[in-house]
Every structure is written in structure tokens, then in C-alpha cells.
């Protein structure tokens, strides 16, 4: 549907002033679950410090405390959970019209020119604010978050970051960074823009030649499986250029917002393998059919 | 927007305490360096022992939550500015983060909390149950005992039983577990032993073996085979009696001249065949003593006339004379015209006549023919045997050519079952055809087992 500057705006100042309340909730929530936590903390330190009957800490009786206390300091816990995810759920609500707006605008005609040290800013941002996400106990990460692949039957929207082989000359291919335009159903492939030099490079791919990049980020603390392994072989995005290349994983990140470290296969190296780089989590996809060639 | 990012403080806050951010600094690289663990001990200022709840303090909200605090400190009719979002989202982020890990940790300390209480419990309960435990271990050595026995005599698929027994009533105690880990040693021993000490076992084998010529399907060679032999015993006629060859005294004679003369004339080599000479000698031999066999009748004549003085004899002698060789067969001939004129003069009946016996009939020939007929009717006997084999075979032979038909036609339906199994694990489907095969298989399975139930027993293997 069109979504014109106005509406767009006006859509985004409600979430604005929903995510304000949001924000002071949260700080609320988080005032009582400080609370469970210093009881708790004075009641683990009491537990400690008396002395030991049996081989279990504490007698029976202090063990119940405890218990009634976790269970408590659980429950604030999980409350606050809840209302930062309310938070966080009209952030990218507002992401998501700002970028409904984007793409209309540009097919309207707007063309935007982007300077290569705006590009670079740009993806880096758009990697770090890449919604992260958090597993609840028990559940299981979807489909395009981190490491995941993509669901079979799964359609990239327009607006999408994908890694597309193109053919850059004669018998070169190259993975290189692009946005979705479109799907077309009926022949099966996507249209897809060079995020580099827009509207200058279109290119029509079919499915197979077309990778979307992951829609979250993974925590390492909560979802490690969603992460690639170390050692596994991947295409990474190589710093400062809008292609993909074949790399090892050396290192996985350590918290959220940490970035993968991993060696680009260089045969102008020694070992192989060029220092270790460090990319995003978005720009680290899985490889596709032993594709994808070194620089 | 871009350049307010404040990523560098995220790094400190998802320590413990978040007391140790690092002040920003622009030139530091855009990725943060990795953050350290919650419950490590920080370095910093601060001296408190480390938490082990995952948490970020309200107090340190101004330095590891910056963004989040300004904007909460601000009236609701102050609205967040879009350049704030990204920030905000770090930071909304990293508290998400904080508290699902507090989640973890809290539900961790339940659970902990819940099994040791049920252990206590079991202690409890074990500690309430010592007296049981004298009993129970003369228990447990009945059965080791008996066990033993069994893990000698038999095989290994005891040996992992009694295991189990051992494990499931072991308690808690630990002498029970003593008396465990001797037993389990035990049998890890006899387990080798029992490996060891067993022959390989190729006693199945032969008998099979042997036994397979007599069970094995009836093939078209067999029914050649038994075809080839009634042909064989159909066919052989008997051997026929020899005639009568030269009486043995007659052939001795011979040998004796041919000795004597061989004697008198070494040098000359006498053909076979007899001299002249020779058969005159034979006939003075004859002459002089020889007796003609004759038949009774003729005996009985020749008795009555000798009585009466009355030589007949010698002209049929005359005429046995010329012909010498046929002595015996002119004996049978006098015979017959005896008897001939006997009945013809009505002198004798022909009842009363003992029967024509050729004169020439002796043991030898009636053991012979004695042997024909009896060999005759071994023949027919076999003949009847292997005919009847015959047909068996040829039943059975259609017996197993309907089974081949069957075997195959159950493999079909097999196939079709699996692949409607298939079809409906991938949730497929299961199309007219390949129900119409299965509903053909299925019928000519029922046909085929009709058709060879019908068959007649054919022997043990008929089913």
C-alpha cells in the first residue's frame, strides 16, 4: 500500500511515543527485579556463611527461602523480558516503515547516490542494527538468524539483503552484495540491485543463485547454535568492498554485537589463508554449491 | 545519526557488575573488542566480590546504559529523536540479553535446589532401610551362585542377564557395590572364557548338507534321469537262452583227442574244428557205451521191447546215427511220435500222459527260466516305479514352478506395500494405479496359493 511521507511519519510517531512508555516501564520493572536480586543476593551470602549439616549447603528450611526467592527474582526477571521485548518489537516496527519508505521512494524515481565511505558506514550500521535475537528457554532459533538457512519454501521480500552471483565479465562470477527488488513467481528468479552503483546494475537471477543474508543476529550467550562453528567454511563479505569471498571461521563472537573473525582464502599468502578480518555476523552466510572465488 | 554511534561502551556493559566501561574513544575500530563474561572478575575500580546473577545495576544506568537513561529522565511530551534509535537498540538489546540470561540462571538454581532435595529424600528413605540389606545380599549370592552355573553350561546371551540383575538390585550402600564389582569382574572373565573355549560350531552344517540331496526341488534333470532308466529297463530285453550247446562229454572228448593228438603231433597246430579222424573216433565212442538220453516214453519202450528180445531201437538208431549232432533234438522228436502214435492207437489218453517234457529239459534250464520269469516281473515292477516317479515329479515340478510364480508375486506386493508406506510418510497421495497394481498383486497371490493348494500331495516337502 502507499505509504506516503506523511503517513509514514505520522505511523512513526506513535511507536515513538509507545516505545517512551515502554522505556519508563521498563525502568520500573527493573527496580523490582533489583530488589528480588539483593534479597536474594543477602539471602545466598546468609546460606553460605552458616554452617553445613549435611553435604548440602544449607539446612532444608533455608534451601525453601531461596527457592521462594528465585522464584520470585524469576518472575520480575520475566516480566522485564517482556516489556523490553515490547520495546524493542516498535523499533523495528519504525525500521521497517523507514524502510517501506525507502524502497517506494526510490521506485518512484528517487535516486539516491550513496558515496563509498557513506556505503561502507551504512552496512556497518544496518549489520549492528540488525535485530538481535534472544531464545527464550527452550526455544529454538528460526529460520535466517545467524548461521540458520533460510526455510525452503522462503521468498525474499523487496528491501532484502541477498548475496547474488553475478557475472561480473566473460567467465568471471563474483558473490556481490544486492537488495531484492522484486520476485517474479513466474519464472522463479528475483531482481535483484547492486547495492553499489544502484539502478545501474539490475540483474535477474534465478533462485539458486541468490542467498539472503540473515534477518537477525544470534547471541552467542543464549543461541550458539546458531552460529557457524569454528573452522567452518563460509562466504564473508570482505572489508571495505561489497563482495563475498570464500573464508574459514577463527573465532566466533563473544557477545551480540561482536563480529565473527575469520580468514579469507588468499593464495597470495603463504598459509593460504590472509590475516584474520573481522565481519559481521550479517555478512557471514553459508556457502553455496563450493561457489565464490578468492581474491 | 552515523556518527553517534555508542557501540564502544557495549563491550562493559554486559560485565557483572558493569562498573568497568571503558571511556569512548572515536579512533578505536568500529567492533568492540570482546566482552567479558558475567561473574569474571572485572578490573576496575571497584572491590566487590562478583555477582552471579547476571544483571545491569540502576545505579550504573548513566555509564552502561546512557541513551536509555537520558530518555527515560525525560517527560513523556519529550519525544525520542530518530537519531536515537539505533543506540537505543544496542542498549535495549544488551538488557534483553542480561535478563534472559538472569532467567537461565534463576531457573538453574530452582532446579538445582529440586534435585537435591529429592536426594535428600532418597537418603532418607535408603538411610530408613539397613536392616533389608543382610537379606538381600544372601539373595543376590543364590543368584550369582545359579548364574554361575548357567554362564558355564550355556552361552553368552546370559552373561549380559545377570549383569542387569545385578545393576537393578544394587542400592546405595557400598557393599552392595563390592559385591557388584566382583560379580561384574566374574562375568567379563567367563564372557572371554566362554568366547575362547567355543568351537566353531559345523555340526548344522553337515547335516544339512547331507540331508540336502533329499530335500532339494525336483529339477528337469531328474525327471530325464528317470525317464533314461524306464527307457533302460523297457527296453532290455532278456538275455535268451542259449541253446543247448554240445553235451560236455562230447566237448570233453574232443578236448581229449585234440590233447592227445596236440601230444603226438606238437609241430602240427590243429585248427579248431574237428579232424576226420576225430569224429570217427567219436563215433566208435559212441558206439561202444554211450546211452542216448531218452524221454520216458520212450524208456518205458524201449524196456518192453528189450524184454521181448525185439530190437527196434537200433533202426532208430540207424537214424539217429546220421545224425549225430543233433542227438538230443531227435530224442525230443521220438518222443513226440511215440506219444503220437500212442494216442492215435488209443492206447493212451493224452491226459494220462505225463507231460511233453523235452528230454533235453535239465536243472539248468528250468533254473534259467526260473530266473527270466522272475526277472520279468521285477521289470514290470520297476517299470511301474519309475512311471509313477515320473508323474510325481512332473507334479512337483509344476508345484514349484507355481511357487516361483508365487515368490515372485509376493515380492511385488512387498514392493508396492513399501512404496505406499513411503508415500504416505511424505504425506503423498497413494494414486489409482498404484492401487490398481496392488489390488492385481494381491489377487493373483490369492490365485497362485488357491492353485497350488489344489495340487496334490506330492510328498513331505509339499506344503
Known amino acids: 500500500m502507499p505509504l506516503t511521507a506523511d503517513v509514514a511519519a505520522q505511523q512513526v510517531q506513535e511507536r515513538l511515543r509507545a516505545l517512551h512508555r515502554y522505556i519508563y516501564d521498563i525502568e520500573a520493572e527493573r527496580g523490582r527485579s533489583e530488589q528480588c536480586i539483593d534479597q536474594i543476593l543477602r539471602a545466598e551470602k546468609a546460606v553460605e556463611s552458616s554452617p553445613s549439616n549435611d553435604e548440602s549447603s544449607g539446612s532444608s528450611q533455608q534451601q525453601m527461602q531461596l527457592k521462594n526467592l528465585y522464584k520470585a527474582g524469576l518472575t520480575a526477571a520475566e516480566q522485564e523480558e517482556r516489556v523490553i521485548r515490547l520495546a524493542l518489537s516498535k523499533i523495528y516496527e519504525i525500521r521497517a516503515i523507514k524502510n517501506e519508505r525507502r524502497i517506494q521512494a526510490r521506485h518512484a524515481g528517487n535516486k539516491e547516490t550513496i558515496g563509498c565511505g557513506a556505503l561502507m558506514k551504512m552496512l556497518l550500521s544496518a549489520a549492528q542494527t540488525l535485530p538481535l535475537h534472544v531464545g527464550r528457554v527452550g526455544e529454538r532459533a528460526p529460520a535466517l538468524c545467524g548461521a540458520l538457512p533460510a526455510d525452503a519454501g522462503h521468498v525474499a521480500r523487496p528491501g532484502d539483503a541477498v548475496a547474488a552471483l553475478v557475472r561480473v565479465s566473460d567467465k568471471e562470477e563474483n558473490w556481490i552484495l544486492a537488495e531484492v527488488v522484486s520476485w517474479l513467481p513466474a519464472q522463479g528468479k528475483y531482481e535483484v540491485d547492486d547495492i553499489d552503483e544502484e539502478q545501474k546494475n539490475r540483474h535477474v537471477l534465478s533462485k539458486r543463485r541468490v542467498v539472503p543474508l540473515p534477518l537477525m543476529r544470534a547471541d552467542p550467550r543464549t543461541d550458539e547454535q546458531a552460529l557457524f562453528p569454528k573452522g567452518a567454511v563460509v562466504m564473508a563479505l570482505y572489508p571495505q568492498t561489497t563482495c563475498f569471498y570464500r573464508a574459514v571461521v577463527n573465532r566466533l563472537p563473544t557477545s551480540a554485537a561482536d563480529p565473527y573473525e575469520v580468514l579469507f582464502e588468499d593464495s597470495s599468502y603463504a598459509d593460504g589463508y590472509s590475516p584474520p578480518e573481522r565481519v559481521a555476523q550479517r555478512y557471514v552466510i553459508a556457502i553455496k554449491e563450493g561457489k565464490g572465488r578468492s581474491t | ?463
Open chain 2, 1 to 463: 545519526m552515523l556518527g553517534k554511534r555508542m557501540h564502544h561502551n557495549s563491550k562493559g556493559r554486559l560485565a557483572s557488575k558493569g562498573h568497568d566501561s571503558k571511556p569512548s574513544s572515536p579512533g578505536v575500530s568500529p567492533y568492540n573488542k570482546p566482552a567479558k563474561i558475567p561473574g569474571a572478575v572485572s578490573i576496575g575500580k571497584t572491590k566487590v566480590e562478583t555477582c552471579p546473577i547476571p544483571y545491569i545495576r540502576l545505579q550504573d544506568n548513566a555509564t552502561t546504559l546512557p541513551r536509555l537513561s537520558a530518555i527515560s529522565a525525560r517527560p513523556a511530551d519529550e519525544p525520542i529523536g530518530i537519531d536515537e534509535l539505533d543506540a537505543l537498540q544496542l542498549e535495549l538489546e544488551s538488557l534483553l540479553c542480561s535478563t534472559a540470561l538472569r532467567i537461565r540462571y534463576f531457573q538453574g538454581e530452582i532446579e538445582s535446589i529440586d534435585t537435591n532435595e529429592s536426594k535428600r529424600e532418597k537418603k532418607g528413605k535408603a538411610a530408613g532401610k539397613q536392616l533389608q540389606y543382610p537379606v538381600k545380599r544372601k539373595f543376590q549370592d543364590d543368584k550369582l551362585v545359579k548364574t554361575k552355573d548357567y554362564t558355564k553350561l550355556s552361552n553368552q546371551p546370559k552373561v549380559p542377564k545377570f549383569k542387569n540383575f545385578s545393576n537393578a538390585s544394587s542400592g546405595g550402600s557400598h557393599n552392595n557395590y563390592s559385591n557388584d564389582a566382583n560379580a561384574n569382574s566374574d562375568n567379563s572373565m567367563k564372557l572371554e572364557l566362554s568366547q575362547f573355549s567355543l568351537p566353531k560350531n559345523n555340526i548344522p552344517y553337515k547335516f544339512w548338507n547331507s540331508v540336502e540331496p533329499y530335500c532339494a526341488p525336483v529339477t528337469l534333470d531328474d525327471i530325464k534321469f528317470l525317464e533314461s532308466l524306464l527307457a533302460q529297463s523297457s527296453n532290455t530285453t532278456l538275455p535268451p537262452i542259449p541253446p543247448l550247446g554240445r553235451h560236455y562229454s562230447e566237448v570233453w572228448a574232443d578236448e581229449h583227442i585234440t590233447e592227445d593228438q596236440n601230444a603226438g603231433n606238437p609241430n602240427k597246430i590243429r585248427p579248431t574244428g574237428m579232424s576226420p579222424e576225430a569224429t570217427s573216433l567219436r563215433k566208435k565212442i559212441e558206439k561202444s557205451g554211450e546211452n542216448m538220453i531218452t524221454g520216458p516214453l520212450t524208456q518205458r519202450l524201449v524196456s518192453a521191447l528189450m524184454e521181448e528180445n525185439a530190437y527196434e531201437v537200433p533202426d532208430i538208431k540207424v537214424k539217429q546215427q546220421s545224425n549225430i549232432k543233433s542227438s538230443y533234438k531227435n530224442s525230443l522228436t521220438l518222443e513226440k511220435c511215440l506219444r503220437k502214435e500212442l494216442v492215435d492207437q488209443g492206447i493212451l489218453d493224452p491226459e494220462d500222459l505225463p507231460p511233453l517234457t523235452n528230454p533235453a529239459d535239465d536243472e539248468i534250464l528250468a533254473e534259467i527260466k526260473k530266473c527270466q520269469t522272475e526277472l520279468t516281473a521285477i521289470r514290470k515292477d520297476n517299470c511301474k516305479n519309475l512311471k509313477n516317479l515320473i508323474g510325481l515329479c512332473k507334479q512337483e515340478m509344476i508345484r514349484l514352478n507355481l511357487k516361483k510364480q508365487l515368490d515372485q508375486v509376493d515380492l511385488e506386493c512387498i514392493e508396492t506395500y513399501k512404496k505406499m508406506v513411503a508415500a504416505k510418510q511424505k504425506k503423498r497421495p497413494i494414486t489409482k494405479k498404484e492401487k490398481e497394481d496392488a489390488w492385481k498383486a494381491i489377487n493373483e497371490q490369492i490365485r497362485l496359493n488357491k492353485e497350488i493348494n489344489a495340487l496334490p500331495l506330492t510328498g513331505p516337502n509339499t506344503s
